[in-house]
């Protein structure tokens, strides 16, 4: 029973050790911007389960993931563009699904050729993004793929918000800008009669080659029905955003996360249909087992009726009262017959004296002894058996003892 008591203490430190933390880190992106919206959303809904999340400001995804992997940052949540990885992040980091698309949006200056074909994007000035940012890997590497670098073109390292401003300005030709249909940024330059959005016939050629990239069309006239903007139906290419975790998140924490997730991605959007995200997608990376249980079958039954932190617990108590009671249960089950041992033999001990004492009786009447020793040793069990403290339920037998103790003393007396 010791052991039971010590093993039971020990799992209740445990437990209260690995209760889920009431604050996380989750890096997002440039403030204003798209992901740092999204971010300022979660954080938001989790607050409202006592969760505090503190929204760090980034360049974009590759300072995201490197904010990941490194322990001391302190960064557990991130947002992280399709495509952007490593060996070292399959291995400590896990997904919780794709949650939107971001299409690249190449603007460019009225007048100027299609740029959906890259080579009319030579000799130009092209914003493709500020340094460490998603936008800015991408960009690159598809103009690369193209045969366009700074050796030829002088790409530019700015800011959304800056490349929108010099785009208007007349001060650039094109600007890259990877971010989602929701993005102030996009939805003016889209609405601005000075500016055009280059479509990319050669879209599904981007995606063979880029798995992690997606086919997308913006309708006509959904910038601005009034001026028809865009005139014709843009065909775009998209990677999607995806959240991430380290793999020792604690799994409340990720439920959290994948509820909150529902409620701000789920909507119908230009590019999505309603329930489209969030999806069980591991784009760069394989889902959390939490992810796949969640997509599979929604949050586990406790955390729907109870605060996060209970229905944890709980959890945790249910799992570890299973085998408790695998082994207190035989020890329950004897219990009883024990109990009714214990109260038993407090009578059948002075029953066992009785008798003894019977047995000296009949050899005084023989001898001829003495017997106020005899009257002295029935006194002491009559007052034994007055002292027993006992159950109602044995009371019967208390009183058919000292029954048998009164026929006594009439033996002595005689």
């Known amino acids: 029973m010791t052991v039971t008591v010590v093993a039971i203490v020990i799992a209740a430190f445990a437990i209260i050790r690995t209760m889920p933390p009431r604050m996380i880190a989750m890096a997002t992106g440039a403030e204003g911007g798209a992901y740092f919206e999204v971010g300022e959303r979660y954080r938001a809904l989790l607050a409202r389960a006592g969760v505090e999340v503190r929204l760090v400001s980034t360049a974009g995804s590759p300072e995201n993931l490197a904010l990941l992997l490194d322990p001391r940052s302190g960064v557990s949540v991130g947002l992280l563009q399709g495509g952007t990885t490593s060996a070292e992040a399959t291995s400590k980091l896990e997904s919780l699904g794709t949650r939107f698309f971001e299409p690249v949006w190449l603007f460019h200056k009225r007048g100027l050729r299609s740029a959906g074909n890259a080579s009319d994007l030579r000799g130009r000035r092209i914003s493709v993004g500020p340094l460490g940012s998603g936008t800015r890997a991408l960009s690159l590497e598809l103009l690369k793929r193209n045969g366009i670098d700074d050796q030829v073109s002088e790409l530019l390292a700015l800011t959304p918000q800056a490349a929108s401003e010099a785009l208007l300005a007349g001060e650039i030709d094109a600007a890259v800008i990877l971010s989602a249909w929701e993005a102030p940024i996009v939805r003016k330059l889209l609405a601005d009669e000075r500016i055009e959005l280059s479509s990319f016939p050669r879209a599904d050629a981007y995606v063979a080659l880029y798995p992690f990239l997606n086919k997308v069309v913006l309708p006509t006239g959904v910038g601005d029905l009034a001026k028809d903007l865009p005139p014709a139906d843009a065909v775009l290419f ?23 997730a529902t409620h701000i991605h789920s909507k119908q959007a230009v590019f999505q249909q309603a329930n489209q995200f969030p999806a069980a997608e591991a784009v760069d990376m394989p889902l959390s087992s939490e992810a796949l249980q969640f997509y599979k079958s929604g949050r586990p039954y406790l955390h729907n009726y109870l605060p996060f ?32 041992w214990v109260m038993r033999s407090k009578i059948a001990r002075i029953y066992g004296e009785l008798r003894f004492l019977e047995d000296e009786i009949v050899d005084a009447r023989r001898t001829g002894s003495e017997v106020s020793a005899m009257v002295a040793r029935l006194d002491h069990l009559e007052g034994q ?23 006594v003393r009439g033996r002595l007396q005689k």
């Open 238 to 260: 998209a990677p999607k955003a995806s959240l991430i975790v380290h793999k020792d998140l604690h799994p409340a924490i990720q439920y959290l996360l994948l509820n909150a």
């Open 309 to 340: 932190w209970a229905a944890d617990l709980f959890g945790k108590l249910i799992v570890l009262l299973i085998p408790i009671l695998g082994v207190l249960y035989p020890i329950l089950r004897t219990l009883p017959p024990l109990y009714d």
């Open 385 to 407: 058996a007055n002292q027993l403290r006992i159950p109602v339920a044995y009371a019967s037998m208390l009183y058919i003892l000292r029954n048998h103790i009164d026929v």
